[in-house]
């Protein structure tokens, strides 16, 4: 083969691929993998049954602020948390909107303070999980199952997600490199709703172990 021949066919080879990668949307944008940190310290979601409970016939959330997940609100309304060993949390603050099954979720300090053992899951499953008792100013709640410790997790929105090229329940790998405390996470799950914005979510423990606070930045690793 003649040299001239030998480029055309490198050169055709080569466009080739370009067009495969501009087709896949992956020529010409970067894959980010920049990821801030939101804390969650301990708070609650509420049934509407639940609430006039706590609170009295027909009462209703009022919105003390809005949070970085649209649609989500903290609420001006707090409750007590009462444990197995009858020790208490006050003020524990309820989130909105309401919810069709009660929610609790607290640190692993916060369980072992009040005398619980709730599992590590993610939001929603809460089957067979701690037993906890709520106390408003109206009434006292008590619940079979519901309180547990929140898994590590990335919001995403689903536009999101396909920049960052993640789908929903994914596992993924989370550098902490800024920080006193740097570490790897392991498995962090990924949670894709058209309601979320990119956003990695820990509990006050893993947030002062690893020495990061709201709005720190981590990195996304690619597996």
């Known amino acids: 083969?003649?040299?001239?021949?030998?480029?055309?066919?490198?050169t055709r080879e080569v466009v080739k691929e370009i067009l495969k990668l501009s087709e896949s949307g992956n020529i010409g944008a970067e894959i980010p993998d920049q990821i801030r940190v939101g804390v969650s310290a301990r708070h609650l979601h509420v049934t509407k049954d639940a609430l006039e409970a706590l609170f009295g016939a027909g009462y209703q959330l009022t919105?003390?602020?809005?949070?970085?997940?649209?649609?989500?609100?903290?609420?001006?309304?707090t409750v007590t948390l009462v444990g197995a060993n009858g020790r208490k949390l006050e003020r524990v603050r309820i989130l909105g909107p309401l919810r069709s099954v009660c929610q609790i979720e607290l640190s692993a300090t916060d369980a072992r303070y009040l005398g619980l053992a709730p599992p590590v899951r993610e939001s929603g499953n809460v089957a067979g999980s701690a037993p906890i008792t709520l106390v408003g100013p109206k009434g006292t709640l008590r619940l079979s199952e519901g309180c547990i410790i929140a898994n590590r997790h990335i919001h995403f929105?689903?536009?999101?997600a396909k920049r960052y090229q993640v789908a929903h329940n994914q596992k993924v790998d989370v550098l902490v490199e800024h920080s006193a405390k740097p570490a790897i996470l392991l498995d962090v799950q990924v949670r894709v709703k058209d309601t979320y914005t990119v956003e990695m979510h820990l509990d006050t423990d893993d947030a002062n172990a690893l020495g990061l606070k709201t709005g720190d930045i981590v990195k996304?690793?690619?597996?």
Do not use: G, H, V, Y
Request: hydrophobic share 40%.
């Open 220 to 223: 996304l690793l690619r597996k």
């Open 1 to 10: 083969m003649q040299d001239d021949e030998l480029i055309q066919l490198i």
């Open 157 to 160: 929105s689903p536009a999101e």
């Open 63 to 77: 919105k003390r602020n809005d949070l970085s997940m649209r649609k989500e609100f903290a609420a001006n309304e």
